[in-house]
C-alpha cells in the first residue's frame, strides 16, 4: 500500500497563517519534550453507552435530528440544477443546488405514495420525477407536474409540495436540520471553529471521489477518530510511516475540536528558523465538527473529509468518505496520485480502524456494567463523550 505523498495545498496569509505556525510550535514544543497535550483528568465512559438500544434512539432523536448537520460539501453540487440524496440515520435526504444557485433540502419522499424519489449519490437533473407515478418537483421541492391530472382528480400542488428542510450554505458545507421547522443559526452552532473552517476553502476544492463505508455504533468509529495514541500499535505500516504516535495539539471550539497530529517531517523542522516552516507538510490537523465530520489533511493538496453517521441500529454506523483535490486533475499522473490517496484512505480506515472497532463491538456484551477508561492523552474523545451528554442532558 503506498502511502500518500503530503503537498502543501493552501498559501495562508494573515491571522490563518499565524494560528497553523503557532500550532506547529506547540508541536516543535511536543518533538522536543517527548509529550503532548493533556486533559485535565481521566474521563470513564459506561460501556452500556455503546450498547443500549434506547439510548441510541434517544441519541438520533435529540443529537442528530435537532443540531445542523454538515450533510454535503458544496463541490458535491459545483454546478445548477445538481443534487445529493442520502440516508441520515434513517431519513431519506435531497439536497439540491436551483438553477439560481440557492441550496434546498427535502425529505426524499414523493407526496402521492412515499416512493423514494432519487436514488443515493450525486447528479443533476431539471426535476425530479418520481419512478413511481411520474410526479414531478422542481429542485425547490415544488410539485410542477402530476401525471394524468384530468384522471387523478384536483391537487392542490401547494400542499404537495416535498416536506422542506432548513438548509444553508457555509464555508464550503451545506448545513441542514432534519427536523423541518428547526433555525440552524450557524454562526452561533459554529463559533470558534467557523474562521478555521473558512480557511480551509472547502468550497474552492474540486471533489475528486466517494466512497461508503460500513462500521459498528457510531461512537465507537468516533472515538478513533479524535486520538492519535494508538497510531504506532494499530498503524505501524500505515499512518505511523508518516504521523508520530501519541503526540498531538488539541483545541476546544465549543461543541466541536481540532487535534493536530505531528508528521514526521516536524523532527527536522524543529532545527530550522520559523520563517522556514511549512505546516502543510509538518503537521497534520483533522477539523472535527460535531456530531461526525472529519476534515483530514485541510492545508494540503489532498484532503480527506469523513461524514459519520449512526446506522439504523445501535450496532450500525455509515461514514461516507470523500476525497477532495485543490484543484480538477491536470494529467494521467494527478489522477493516478488521488486514486491511491483515495484507496489508502479507504484500505486505512476500513481495515485497520473499523476492523477493531467491530472487535470492540463484540466485546460490549461481555464486558456488561463496566466502563471504559480514557487518558489524559486523549483529550478529543473525552471532549466529544463532554459535548454529547451535555447536549443529551438538555
Not at 473558512?198 to 460500513?214: G, K
Request: hydrophobic content about 35%; overall charge negative; aromatic content about 8%.
Amino acid at each position: 500500500m503506498s502511502t500518500p505523498t503530503y503537498l502543501s495545498g493552501l498559501d495562508l496569509d494573515g491571522a490563518a497563517r499565524e494560528d497553523a505556525l503557532r500550532t506547529m510550535a506547540r508541536l516543535v514544543k511536543h518533538h522536543e519534550d517527548k509529550t503532548t497535550d493533556l486533559a485535565d483528568g481521566q474521563w470513564r465512559e459506561p460501556v452500556r453507552n455503546y450498547a443500549d438500544p434506547q439510548l441510541f434512539r434517544a441519541e438520533i432523536e435529540q443529537i442528530h435530528r435537532r443540531v445542523p448537520l454538515p450533510l454535503a460539501l458544496s463541490c458535491e453540487l459545483a454546478e445548477p440544477n445538481s443534487y445529493k440524496s442520502i440516508e441520515v440515520a434513517g431519513i431519506p435526504v435531497i439536497i439540491t443546488r436551483d438553477r439560481d444557485g440557492q441550496v434546498h433540502a427535502m425529505i426524499n419522499a414523493c407526496r402521492h405514495r412515499g416512493a423514494e424519489l432519487l436514488g443515493e449519490g450525486t447528479g443533476s437533473a431539471k426535476r425530479i420525477t418520481c419512478p413511481y407515478h411520474a410526479w414531478s418537483y422542481d429542485l425547490r421541492g415544488c410539485l410542477v407536474g402530476v401525471y394524468g391530472e384530468k384522471t387523478f382528480g384536483p391537487i392542490d400542488k401547494d400542499q404537495r409540495s416535498l416536506i422542506r428542510l432548513p438548509a444553508e450554505e457555509r464555508a464550503g458545507l451545506v448545513f441542514v436540520s432534519l427536523t423541518p421547522d428547526a433555525e440552524l443559526n450557524l454562526d452561533d452552532w459554529l463559533g470558534d471553529a467557523l474562521p478555521l473552517l473558512e480557511a480551509l476553502r472547502l468550497d474552492t476544492s474540486h471533489h475528486h471521489s466517494t466512497r461508503w463505508l460500513n462500521g459498528p455504533n457510531w461512537k465507537i468509529v468516533i472515538d478513533g477518530y479524535l486520538e492519535g495514541y494508538h497510531f504506532a500499535s494499530l498503524h505501524r505500516a500505515t499512518v505511523y510511516r508518516t504521523n508520530l504516535s501519541n503526540m498531538a495539539a488539541f483545541d476546544s471550539l465549543g461543541h466541536h475540536q481540532r487535534n493536530v497530529f505531528a508528521l514526521r517531517p516536524i523532527a527536522d523542522a524543529a532545527q530550522l528558523p520559523e520563517s522556514e516552516w511549512d505546516p502543510a507538510t509538518c503537521t497534520g490537523p483533522i477539523l472535527w465538527l460535531f456530531p461526525g465530520l472529519a476534515i483530514a489533511g485541510g492545508l494540503r493538496h489532498q484532503t480527506a473529509v469523513s461524514l459519520v453517521l449512526p446506522g439504523r441500529t445501535v450496532t450500525e454506523s455509515r461514514t461516507q468518505q470523500l476525497i477532495l483535490l485543490r484543484e480538477a486533475p491536470e494529467t494521467e499522473e494527478d489522477v493516478k496520485s488521488a486514486d491511491q490517496t483515495r484507496d489508502w484512505f479507504h484500505d486505512v480506515v476500513l481495515d485497520e480502524d473499523y476492523l477493531t472497532g467491530e472487535g470492540v463491538q463484540r466485546g460490549l456484551e461481555a464486558l456488561g456494567e463496566t466502563d471504559y477508561i480514557f487518558g489524559r492523552n486523549e483529550p478529543g474523545v473525552q471532549h466529544f463523550h463532554r459535548v454529547l451528554n451535555e447536549l443529551m442532558r438538555a
